[in-house]
């Protein structure tokens, strides 16, 4: 890392620089402070870094980038985390979106975890149901005993009518 941030190109030490910092991400006058390098420059190196896809800007409003590796981690930490929460709560929709952000190392910060929930949203791996995230494909399945006592609550509901059941 220090010989690639020593004698490596302008491009090599953004991208250095921006995976070092990584679940965090860097801004572009951090990232100018630390490469020592002018404007232009910089920004050329990061136009070619961000078309290559090795950066990604997350936040454009504080121009923040993050390293195309840590943005997979985290969206992959996010994915095994409602992976397990399904496995766990099978009669359970979904994940509300805070208490799944609580739970993530990597996307603590709340501006990359909307970032990266969003991409999830647009790659079609995750739902969003109002607050609640689930995985795409799950569904809120009963098992066979499940289903039996479900119809016979139903059918005592049906035969009450307007006359819910006494207990």
């Known amino acids: 890392e220090l010989a690639l941030l020593n004698s490596g190109t302008i491009q090599d030490r953004v991208e250095q620089f921006i995976r070092l910092n990584r679940f ?12 020592n390098s002018g404007g232009k420059r910089l920004d050329e ?30 969206s992959d930490e996010i994915l095994s985390i ?25 996307a603590q910060n709340q501006r990359l975890f909307i970032f990266i929930i969003n991409k999830l949203i647009q790659d079609g791996a995750v739902i969003r149901e109002n607050e609640l995230l689930r995985l795409k494909g799950h569904k809120v399945t009963l098992a066979g005993n499940q289903k039996k006592i479900r119809r016979d609550i139903e059918d005592i509901y049906l035969k009450g009518a307007t006359q819910p059941p006494y207990f």
């Open 45 to 74: 190196a990061l136009r070619v870094l961000s078309a290559r896809q090795k950066i990604i800007q997350y936040n454009k409003e504080n121009g923040i980038f993050i390293h195309w590796e840590y943005l997979q981690k985290a």
């Open 82 to 106: 409602l992976t397990d929460f399904h496995r766990d709560f099978p009669l359970k929709s979904g994940l509300i979106m805070e208490e799944l952000r609580s739970k993530t190392v990597g």
């Open 24 to 35: 965090k991400g860097a801004d572009s006058a951090e990232i100018r402070f630390l490469t």
